[in-house]
């Protein structure tokens, strides 16, 4: 994985998490709000905590925004920031500019600032939630985009014993199996809840057999993702 610079701007709830995982995944993370509680709530989860104002475009030059892979404006609440905020990016160079929305409408005020990756985590997790409760045997899936997902599901008793290439879900269902989780027992492990885990079984091949308990990661569009679990 190739290291990024990553600014995040608005460091809610989402944005808590969000810098978490980046900087825990060896990115150099600048996060940035006009909260210096927030700022030093998370100082040690981050390559560099900043305080200022988003809208002041002097301000966040003196940060090296222009110099950063990604700018992620992740405020929720203040959708007037987002937009002066926005301009401000641009102004600087920032060529990769993510912006949340939380209305259509704003989504729509973001596309004509030519803001072309728009992102609304809650949409995406109530999605993700709902086609998990509505589908039997699915365990998570997640949105890559309004047309495409990665899910995972346990493998449906028709498949048991079957081998990839003769389940044939490619042709069928016009969608790929990326991965198998399979469940394993450590019998080293002194504790019950600690004995089972799953071993990724990497890219598997066309004679790999499915087994029981297997869960399979799915990537597909929704449709044929959907059209594979109802049947």
Same mark, same amino acid.
């Given at each position: 994985?190739?290291?990024?610079?990553?600014?995040?701007?608005?460091?809610?709830? =989402?944005?808590?998490?969000?810098?978490?995982?980046?900087?825990?995944?060896?990115?150099?993370?600048?996060?940035?709000?006009?909260?210096?509680?927030?700022?030093?709530?998370?100082?040690?989860? #981050?390559?560099?905590?900043?305080?200022?104002?988003?809208?002041? $475009?002097?301000?966040?030059?003196?940060?090296?925004?222009?110099?950063?892979?990604?700018?992620? !404006?992740?405020?929720?609440?203040? =959708?007037?920031?987002?937009?002066?905020?926005?301009?401000?990016?641009?102004?600087?160079?920032? /060529?990769?500019?993510?912006?949340?929305?939380?209305?259509?409408?704003?989504?729509?005020?973001?596309?004509?600032?030519? !803001? /072309?990756?728009? =992102?609304?985590?809650?949409?995406?997790?109530?999605?993700?939630?709902?086609?998990?409760?509505?589908?039997?045997?699915?365990?998570?899936?997640?949105?890559?985009?309004?047309?495409?997902? #990665?899910? $995972?599901?346990?493998?449906? /008793?028709?498949?048991?014993?079957?081998?990839?290439?003769?389940?044939?879900?490619?042709?069928?269902?016009?969608?790929?199996?990326?991965?198998?989780?399979?469940?394993? !027992?450590?019998?080293?492990?002194?504790?019950?809840?600690?004995?089972?885990? $799953?071993?990724?079984?990497?890219?598997?091949?066309?004679?790999?057999?499915?087994?029981?308990?297997?869960?399979? #990661?799915?990537?597909?569009?929704?449709?044929?993702?959907?059209?594979?679990?109802?049947?």
């Amino acid at each position: 994985m190739q290291r990024k610079k990553i600014a995040v701007i608005g460091i809610g709830s =989402f944005g808590k998490l969000f810098v978490r995982y980046l900087f825990d995944d060896g990115h150099e993370v600048i996060a940035i709000d006009k909260d210096p509680i927030i700022i030093d709530s998370i100082k040690d989860y #981050v390559t560099i905590a900043v305080t200022l104002d988003a809208t002041d $475009e002097h301000a966040l030059r003196s940060q090296g925004i222009s110099e950063v892979d990604y700018a992620v !404006i992740a405020l929720a609440d203040d =959708f007037e920031t987002s937009i002066i905020c926005a301009e401000s990016l641009k102004k600087c160079g920032v /060529k990769n500019i993510y912006a949340r929305y939380q209305t259509e409408l704003q989504m729509k005020v973001l596309a004509l600032l030519g !803001i /072309k990756d728009l =992102f609304n985590p809650e949409e995406k997790a109530a999605r993700s939630m709902a086609e998990t409760l509505s589908f039997s045997g699915m365990r998570s899936s997640f949105l890559l985009s309004d047309e495409y997902s #990665v899910v $995972e599901v346990t493998v449906p /008793k028709r498949y048991i014993n079957q081998t990839i290439a003769d389940a044939d879900l490619r042709h069928k269902y016009n969608i790929n199996v990326i991965t198998i989780k399979r469940p394993t !027992i450590n019998k080293d492990t002194k504790r019950a809840s600690d004995s089972k885990s $799953e071993k990724i079984l990497g890219i598997p091949h066309g004679n790999t057999v499915l087994k029981e308990e297997d869960v399979i #990661v799915l990537f597909g569009s929704q449709t044929d993702l959907a059209r594979f679990l109802e049947t």
